[in-house]
């Protein structure tokens, strides 16, 4: 991933899918925007290859090449940061992205693909400044996801990109948050994680 040379602040939020990371990352940027200007944003994107990937991916009654999904979400990342993400660090603002590439590297990492190949394919994609990962049990996200929406919201594929998630927070790239906590806990501990990389930042 390349390092950007721009004013803003860029925040992704990962998780497995019910872990409440929609929730959260909408909360911290109605939290930032006491103080800063803030935008949310999400991946799979609102652009055109982000809705094919909603409608054909996620939402077809199975689960189609893990490949053919690596490169859609790889081009969907590219259009996302090239319209919506770049635009607003540009003008200085704090972008916090709902997933963004370790969604990538978790969830076709945990279907076998090579996670060098998937970071190869995205490394020109803009590294994130901060990604917070909010860790909740598998089995957690389970329950709380039925009836299933995605074609990967079942338990074996969870344990498998939770898996995938937990070896990037031992490397450093993403901060572990304790998602099985109330949400307000959470949004605490995210926002208490945001403040204090925002004041050394200044």
Request: aromatic content about 6%.
């Amino acid at each position: 991933m390349e390092k950007m040379g721009v004013r803003g602040v860029f925040i992704c939020v990962e998780g497995l899918d019910g872990c409440g990371k929609t929730t959260q990352a909408k909360l911290l940027v109605r939290r930032l925007r006491r103080r800063h200007d803030a935008v949310y944003t999400a991946e799979p994107s609102e652009g055109k290859i982000g809705k094919f990937i909603k409608k054909y991916c996620l939402h077809g009654a199975e689960r189609g090449s893990s490949i053919v999904e690596a490169l859609l979400f790889a081009a969907d990342r590219f259009e996302h940061v090239e319209n919506e993400v770049l635009p607003a660090l540009h003008k200085g603002k704090i972008v916090v992205s709902d997933r963004y590439v370790y969604s990538s590297l978790a969830y076709q990492g945990a279907a076998g693909l090579d996670i060098e190949w998937i970071e190869k394919l995205n490394e020109h994609a803009v590294r994130p400044d901060l990604a917070i990962f909010i860790d909740v049990d598998p089995e957690t996200v389970v329950q709380r996801l039925k009836p299933k929406k995605s074609v990967m919201e079942n338990l074996e594929t969870q344990r498998k990109v939770r898996e995938v998630y937990v070896k990037f927070v031992e490397k450093g790239e993403l901060v572990e948050i304790d998602g099985n906590r109330s949400k307000k806990e959470v949004a605490e501990n995210i926002l208490r994680v945001i403040n204090s990389f925002l004041e050394k930042k200044d």
